[in-house]
């Protein structure tokens, strides 16, 4: 069983890449063949500054090895160190209708949030395509918002099959629809390019004002509030364990609570929740060049697969004269 997922390197990480991707991606490290990539390629249809995305780059990535993810037990690169998939991009781009693009939710969202369109964003999930079925994937354990994406990548790789003979695995997307949308601060979906993120790696300062902001309803402090309408109630879940909540919910229901203090205990929780992850966070982060070598030693991994997925293609395809 082979599981991928990639994440782009275009800002601080937040608690939603947590929930959605990280954890469950870190989760599988001892159970299935795991293949984890910065999709540094993918960033560049937004990111137009090299600074940014070098600097990011590295910092994902020992986000992602802070938060723990071993990469003796797993393949773990960046994404234009196999160049592969830009040759597979292409390839599929052939048999890859506009309408399939055209009806993606990403693209429309986007546009609507005022990015300016370029042909890397409406190609952007052929791009994904590639990056799952090079590696011939079976499971794509993404947030919700992504799970559009890993059909259009079944719905190419089932056309290419169909056209050039079963060449692809078709992967499954895997969603925990418990963790399925993590709320942002002001209860819409979290994201970086929505300024309504906790992010993980945080000093406590910033976390603290952050939380402050979560946006709650105007219920008086005298009356019960209701915990299954409150973003709050929502985040809070994600860090306490079942008799914390249970408890949370009790004083929802009862008259007297204030938000504010629910407001600080949540700060504490998340502040103790990553505490061990914060250190090696630190520790890693003077350490690059071991970083470096990390992700080359994955670039090399990934390469062998990938080389072999496009002798078939190539061949398939008949650019292999
Ligand atoms: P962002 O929306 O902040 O730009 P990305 O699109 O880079 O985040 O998402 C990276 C991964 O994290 C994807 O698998 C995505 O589905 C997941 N993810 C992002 N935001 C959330 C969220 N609010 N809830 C759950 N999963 C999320
Ligand atoms: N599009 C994904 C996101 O923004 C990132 C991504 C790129 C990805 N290639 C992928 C996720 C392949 C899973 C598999 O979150």
Redesign the pocket.
Known sequence: MRI?????PSGSLHIGNYFG?MKPMISYLERAELFVFI?NL?ALTTVNDSEELKKNTLKAAVDFLALGLEPEKCVFWV?SDVLEVTELTWILSGVTSMGLLERCHSYKDKIAKGIVPNHGLFA?PV??AA??ILYQSNI?P??K??KQ??EVARDIALRFNHIFGETFVIPEPEINEDLAVVPGIDGQKMSKSYNNAIDIFTDRETLNKTIMRVVTDSTPVNEPKNPDTCNLFALYRLFAGPDKIDDLRARYLAPGLKYAEVKKELAQLIWDFFGEHREKHAELMKKQDIIRDILRDGANKARAIARETMDLVRDRVGINY
Do not use: C, E
């Open positions: 991928l997922s990639g994440i782009q991707m999709v993918h994404q952007y791009l994904m990056d799952i794509i993404v947030g918002d992504q994406h890993v």
